[in-house]
C-alpha cells in the first residue's frame, strides 16, 4: 500500500467518524424537539426534575383569614395610581410560596356611613416572585368613570386612602388556578394595564429560578405615565438576554420616546406576535381588560395555538369564553326550556324557575331578594360558597377558587338539574 492509499484511507475513517457523530447529534436533537413537540401539543407536564418544589419545606398554608401587617407602600407609576403594598404576617412565621400569578383574597373592614362598617371581599393578584417573608400586591386606584354617575371603585380607594403602613389587613392564602407552569418551554407573557401584576411575579420568578428560560413581556398601555414599575423591568431585561420586553403605547405623550420609553406604538395584537415572536412553541399567559381579551385570545386560536398553551385571566373572567367550551348537556337545555328546572333555597323557602338565559344562581337569587354573601363574582374568593342539599349544578368557566365537596360557588355556576341550595 502506497502512502497515498494510507493517506486516502485515513482521511476517509476522519470523514466516516465525523458524519457519524453530526449524526447522532441530528438524532438527539430532533427527538428532543419531538418530545417537547408532543409535551406542547398534549398538555403533558414536564419532568418532575425540571420542576421546583410548590412549597419551601416545612411551611404550611393556613385556612380562614390572617392579619398581616403594611410593612411598605411604594407608588409605582408616573400616573401615582398604582401602589404596591407590602404585607408581612403579623406572627412573624415564614409564609408559604405560592404560584406565580395566584391572588390574595382580603376582608375588608370598610366605612358604611353613621360610624358603622362593612366586611367586602375583595381579591387582588400577587405581583412579586414567592418570598418567606413578605407578600406584595400592587393595586391601581380605579376613579369614577367619566360622564357616569357610577362611583369609583370602593375597595382600591380604599387601599390607596386608608390602608396606612403599620396597619392590619385580613389575608386568607394565595390561590387561584392562573399560574405560570414550572418547565423549561418558552413562554410569552401579555399584560394590558393592571393586568401587568401577575405578569410581574411570573417575570419575576423566571428571572430568580429560570434564568435561562425563554421570555417574552408585552406590556400595553396608553402612555409613558402608565407604566408600572419601568426602571425594575428594564433592568430586568438588560440582566437577561433572554427576556426581551415589548412596551406598547397605543397613546404615546409628546415626551414619550421610540426605543427608549417603548418598543411598539399601538394595541397587543396578533400582528404584533406574528413580527416579533420565533417559530415555537409558546405557551401564552394573559391578563387584561376584557376588550383586549375579548379580541386577543380568539385571535390566537385562529393563529392556531392549542387550547393547552392559552392561559388567560381577565377582569371579569366570567365574559372570556374558550371556543371549545362545553356547552350545557341536552338533558338540561330540553328541561329548561320547558320550564323544568326549579331552584329551592331551602333557608328562605322560596322555589324560583329557571330559565335559559337568568344568569347564575347568584343572579338568580338576587332578583329574588335571597340574600347571599358576595366578593368578586368572578370564582375567585370563595364568598358565595353555597351548601347543595339535592341536585347538580354546571360551572361556565372554572373557578380560581376550589368550593368544598357538596358545594358551588353562585357566581359562576348555573343549574344542571333542579337543584336545592342551603341559601
Same mark, same amino acid.
Given at each position: 500500500?502506497?502512502?497515498?492509499?494510507?493517506?486516502?484511507?485515513? &482521511?476517509?475513517?476522519? &470523514?466516516?467518524?465525523?458524519?457519524?457523530?453530526?449524526?447522532?447529534?441530528?438524532?438527539?436533537?430532533?427527538?428532543?424537539?419531538?418530545?417537547?413537540?408532543?409535551?406542547?401539543?398534549?398538555?403533558?407536564?414536564? %419532568?418532575?426534575?425540571?420542576?421546583?418544589?410548590?412549597? %419551601?419545606?416545612?411551611?404550611?398554608?393556613?385556612?380562614?383569614?390572617?392579619?398581616?401587617?403594611? &410593612?411598605?407602600?411604594?407608588?409605582?407609576?408616573? =400616573?401615582?395610581?398604582?401602589?404596591?403594598?407590602?404585607?408581612?404576617?403579623?406572627?412573624?412565621?415564614?409564609?408559604?410560596?405560592?404560584?406565580?400569578?395566584?391572588?390574595?383574597?382580603?376582608?375588608?373592614?370598610?366605612?358604611?356611613?353613621?360610624?358603622?362598617?362593612?366586611?367586602?371581599?375583595?381579591?387582588?393578584?400577587?405581583?412579586? =416572585?414567592?418570598?418567606?417573608?413578605?407578600?406584595?400586591?400592587?393595586?391601581?386606584?380605579?376613579?369614577?368613570?367619566?360622564?357616569?354617575?357610577?362611583?369609583?371603585?370602593?375597595?382600591?380607594?380604599?387601599?390607596?386612602?386608608?390602608?396606612?403602613?403599620? /396597619?392590619?389587613?385580613?389575608?386568607?392564602?394565595?390561590?387561584?388556578?392562573?399560574?405560570?407552569?414550572?418547565?423549561?418551554?418558552?413562554?410569552?407573557?401579555?399584560?394590558?394595564?393592571?393586568?401587568?401584576?401577575?405578569?410581574?411575579?411570573?417575570?419575576?420568578?423566571?428571572?430568580?429560578?429560570?434564568?435561562?428560560?425563554?421570555?417574552?413581556?408585552?406590556?400595553?398601555?396608553?402612555? /409613558?405615565?402608565?407604566?408600572?414599575?419601568?426602571?425594575?423591568?428594564?433592568?430586568?431585561?438588560?440582566?437577561?438576554?433572554?427576556?426581551?420586553?415589548?412596551?406598547?403605547?397605543?397613546?404615546?405623550?409628546?415626551?414619550?420616546?421610540?426605543?427608549?420609553?417603548?418598543?411598539?406604538?399601538?394595541?397587543?395584537?396578533?400582528?404584533?406576535?406574528?413580527?416579533?415572536?420565533?417559530?415555537?412553541?409558546?405557551?401564552?399567559?394573559?391578563? /387584561?381588560?376584557?376588550?383586549?381579551?375579548?379580541?386577543?385570545?380568539?385571535?390566537?386560536?385562529?393563529?392556531?395555538?392549542?387550547?393547552?398553551?392559552?392561559?388567560?385571566?381577565?377582569?371579569?373572567?366570567?365574559?372570556?369564553?374558550?371556543?371549545?367550551?362545553?356547552?350545557?348537556?341536552?338533558?338540561?337545555?330540553?328541561?329548561?326550556?320547558?320550564?323544568?328546572?326549579?331552584?329551592?333555597?331551602?333557608?328562605?323557602?322560596?322555589?324560583?324557575?329557571?330559565?335559559?338565559?337568568?344568569?347564575?344562581?347568584?343572579?338568580?337569587?338576587?332578583?329574588?331578594?335571597?340574600?347571599?354573601?358576595?366578593?368578586?363574582?368572578? /370564582?375567585?374568593?370563595?364568598?358565595?360558597?353555597?351548601?347543595?342539599?339535592?341536585?347538580?349544578?354546571?360551572?361556565?368557566?372554572?373557578?380560581?377558587?376550589?368550593?368544598?365537596?357538596?358545594?358551588?360557588?353562585?357566581?359562576?355556576?348555573?343549574?344542571?338539574?333542579?337543584?336545592?341550595?342551603?341559601?
Amino acid at each position: 500500500m502506497t502512502s497515498l492509499h494510507l493517506l486516502l484511507w485515513i &482521511a476517509f475513517g476522519i &470523514a466516516l467518524q465525523l458524519a457519524i457523530f453530526l449524526a447522532i447529534t441530528f438524532w438527539r436533537h430532533r427527538q428532543d424537539y419531538a418530545a417537547l413537540k408532543e409535551r406542547a401539543s398534549d398538555g403533558t407536564p414536564m %419532568p418532575a426534575s425540571q420542576t421546583p418544589a410548590a412549597r %419551601p419545606s416545612g411551611v404550611e398554608s393556613w385556612t380562614g383569614f390572617r392579619p398581616f401587617k403594611v &410593612a411598605q407602600k411604594v407608588i409605582e407609576d408616573g =400616573a401615582q395610581s398604582v401602589c404596591s403594598f407590602y404585607l408581612e404576617p403579623e406572627d412573624g412565621k415564614p409564609l408559604p410560596a405560592f404560584l406565580p400569578g395566584q391572588f390574595l383574597t382580603f376582608r375588608l373592614d370598610m366605612p358604611a356611613g353613621g360610624g358603622a362598617t362593612e366586611q367586602i371581599v375583595r381579591c387582588y393578584s400577587l405581583s412579586d =416572585a414567592p418570598s418567606r417573608k413578605a407578600y406584595r400586591v400592587s393595586i391601581k386606584r380605579v376613579p369614577a368613570p367619566t360622564g357616569t354617575e357610577h362611583p369609583p371603585g370602593r375597595s382600591s380607594n380604599f387601599f390607596h386612602d386608608d390602608i396606612q403602613v403599620g /396597619g392590619t389587613l385580613q389575608v386568607r392564602a394565595p390561590s387561584g388556578h392562573f399560574h405560570i407552569d414550572r418547565s423549561d418551554t418558552p413562554v410569552v407573557l401579555v399584560g394590558g394595564g393592571i393586568g401587568i401584576t401577575p405578569m410581574m411575579s411570573m417575570l419575576n420568578w423566571c428571572a430568580a429560578e429560570q434564568p435561562g428560560r425563554e421570555v417574552w413581556l408585552f406590556y400595553g398601555v396608553r402612555n /409613558g405615565r402608565e407604566v408600572v414599575m419601568k426602571p425594575h423591568l428594564d433592568k430586568l431585561a438588560a440582566a437577561h438576554p433572554n427576556v426581551h420586553l415589548r412596551l406598547c403605547f397605543s397613546n404615546p405623550l409628546p415626551e414619550d420616546r421610540p426605543g427608549r420609553d417603548y418598543q411598539h406604538e399601538g394595541r397587543v395584537d396578533l400582528s404584533l406576535f406574528r413580527m416579533e415572536l420565533p417559530l415555537k412553541p409558546y405557551h401564552f399567559y394573559i391578563c /387584561g381588560p376584557a376588550p383586549m381579551m375579548e379580541t386577543l385570545v380568539p385571535a390566537l386560536e385562529d393563529w392556531g395555538v392549542p387550547d393547552s398553551h392559552l392561559h388567560f385571566e381577565a377582569f371579569g373572567p366570567a365574559s372570556i369564553k374558550r371556543r371549545n367550551a362545553a356547552a350545557p348537556t341536552a338533558v338540561a337545555a330540553a328541561e329548561a326550556s320547558a320550564g323544568g328546572v326549579v331552584v329551592t333555597f331551602a333557608k328562605s323557602g322560596k322555589q324560583v324557575p329557571w330559565q335559559s338565559g337568568a344568569g347564575t344562581l347568584l343572579e338568580l337569587a338576587e332578583a329574588n331578594g335571597i340574600p347571599v354573601n358576595s366578593g368578586c363574582r368572578a /370564582g375567585g374568593c370563595g364568598s358565595c360558597q353555597t351548601t347543595i342539599n339535592a341536585g347538580e349544578v354546571a360551572y361556565r368557566q372554572a373557578p380560581d377558587y376550589d368550593p368544598e365537596p357538596g358545594s358551588c360557588l353562585l357566581c359562576v355556576c348555573t343549574p344542571k338539574t333542579s337543584v336545592t341550595l342551603e341559601a
